[in-house]
């Protein structure tokens, strides 16, 4: 193998300073979003942090659609954790509930002390502190959101996840990018004068795996994200694609097509043995894990036209699961096993969109609005889907919830930027 | 007196037709290069018996398809012979590099590009071509030919480039 190009060029305080290559533009969001008041937090330091928190955990909560922050211009006054607050007043602002924070440092440690309190019921609901490196303000700002969401919602917060995309700058320049969950700190994990795509994360989130044409074909690589240690483990002739890792973390689904077809297989990461699950003449690809790991979800064609079947792991009996549209491809299944989420085309529409369809009722319904939509990639919470989508003439990233209420845009400033995949929440 | 016009009209084009065909030859190459995007007529360009060592040059080198098919039309059957014939009388090894347009999934386009390859290897093989000198490579969406999302960058990008 000629190791050509690998620049690994990735570090968080590079990344700190360089600018967001992304910014949300929110384009739908619920109808009743929760109002929450982000107090302004106290700052018991000196000089001016790099890092706004109050600002960053607002921002995490509206991007979620379900919370709307009054506007700090607005608010009567400025509590501290521990201050009365007097919820008569912020009931009239029309605030359900208060969030008030303070900072300190000690020994280049910063420590948070943050305060939710409830409105409706006139009383504190938590007060907690989190401590963390200059480096890693964001990721306090995005703790207290996880908090804050979880409390009220009662669903898991997801502002502390990761996306990876791959970024193309131009036919010969492209990045494999690691960044916060809200495109803020991208950091470089693979640059290549060649395509990459297909990323997936391990279970546990310290690895990737994906598709690198860097050895002149496509071949699957495995790649830590801390360490940036990578691996090639597969380097078939033909095809060498759509990894992704099984629900345990032992093993990666995959379509190879050396024996000469398109075939579904899996790899034992642990005995290295490649197991072949589907034997058709037709098109079988892009794999996905039921959430049992008993069976594989995948697209193929052999009724004609692209369409999902899922295949049991034990029997190797395939069922078709989509009837509905000319073009259903690229499957994934929502963590709560409920739904399947794909790209579609209506055969009304002639468009490609992200639909979702109820596994157990068979129901489809049409998630995006945009165009050339592709490459869903669902929040570990099931709250949201990422996908990649083209907006003025640009590969971008724009974002769903499930339910279709809530809508935004990541839009790019440089490349154009695709096959985003979410993280597994990583604490 | 019109039907004499109209003779000598008549004759002067004949004339005329014969010159271009004539410069027109000594052009052939570019005329073929240019014309990289039309189907058909580069197959009878081609290659005849003496002409092997030069013909692939000569030969359309890109060949087009439908969306979501692989299915090798007659005109571009007509080019692939041409090709046959060139690579039997002169063997090289040639890459057969599979496109789709950027329309549907990823790793779908993957597979479909390499559908599109085989399918132009099988052909090619039928025709007399040792399949040891090709190799398919696809590479999808990846690499359009015409950047836009337009019907008329779609027709240029599915296609197999014969390299």
Known sequence: MINRIIILCASLLLSMTVLAELEIQITQGVDNPTSIAVVPFGWQGKGKLPENIANITASDLER?????????????????????????????????????????????QYFLKYELH???????????????????????????????????TGIKGVFSTKIIYVEAINKDSYKLVVADADGERPSVLVQSKHPML?????????????????????????????TQAREQVTNFRGLNGAPVWSPNGKKLAMVLSKDGNPEIYTLDLKTRMFTRITKHFSIDTEPNWARDGQSIIFTSNRGGKPQIYQ???????????????????????????????????SERSG????????????????????????????????????????YKGKGILAAVSLDAGVKYRLPSKKGDVREPAWSPFLY | ???????????????????????????????????????????????????????????????????????????????LIAHAEALKAAPRSVRLQGHADERGSREYNMALGERRGNAVRDFLVLQGVDSSLLETISYGEEYPAVLGSFEKAYEQNRRVEIK
């Open chain 1, 118 to 152: 409830d409105v409706f019921a006139q009383k504190k609901a938590f007060s907690l502190t989190v401590e963390a490196g200059l480096s890693e303000l964001r990721a306090i700002a995005h703790f207290v959101s996880d908090k804050v969401y979880e409390h009220i």
């Open chain 2, 1 to 79: 007196m019109i039907t004499k016009a109209f003779k000598q009209t008549m004759g002067l084009a004949c004339v005329l037709a014969v010159l271009s065909g004539c410069s027109s030859t000594s052009t052939q190459e570019d005329a073929a290069n240019a014309g990289g995007v039309t189907t058909g007529s580069a197959a009878t360009n081609g290659v005849n018996a003496n002409d092997n060592l030069d013909g692939l040059a000569n030969l359309q080198s890109v060949v087009y398809f439908d969306f979501d098919q692989s299915m090798l039309g007659s005109e571009t059957r007509a080019i």
């Open chain 1, 311 to 345: 295949v049991t792991l034990a029997s190797g009996r395939v069922e078709r699961l989509t009837f509905e549209g000319d073009y259903n491809a690229r499957p994934r299944v929502s963590p709560d096993g409920k739904s399947l989420i794909m790209v579609h085309r």
């Open chain 1, 351 to 390: 468009t490609f969109h992200i639909a979702s369809q109820d596994i157990a009722t068979g129901d489809l319904r049409i998630l995006t609005e945009t165009h050339l939509d592709e490459s869903p990639t669902i929040a570990p919470n099931g709250a949201m889907l990422l996908y990649a989508t083209r």
């Open chain 1, 64 to 108: 979620s659609g379900l919370f709307r922050p009054i506007d700090p211009d607005n608010l009567l006054d400025l509590p501290r954790p521990g201050d009365k607050v007097f919820y008569r007043d912020w009931s009239i602002l029309g605030a359900e509930y208060i969030l008030t924070g303070n900072l300190e440092v000690r020994n280049n």
């Open chain 1, 198 to 226: 297909s990323p997936n994360w391990s279970p546990d989130g310290t690895s990737v795996t994906y598709v690198s044409f860097e050895t002149g074909r496509p071949a699957i690589f495995i790649q830590n994200i801390r």
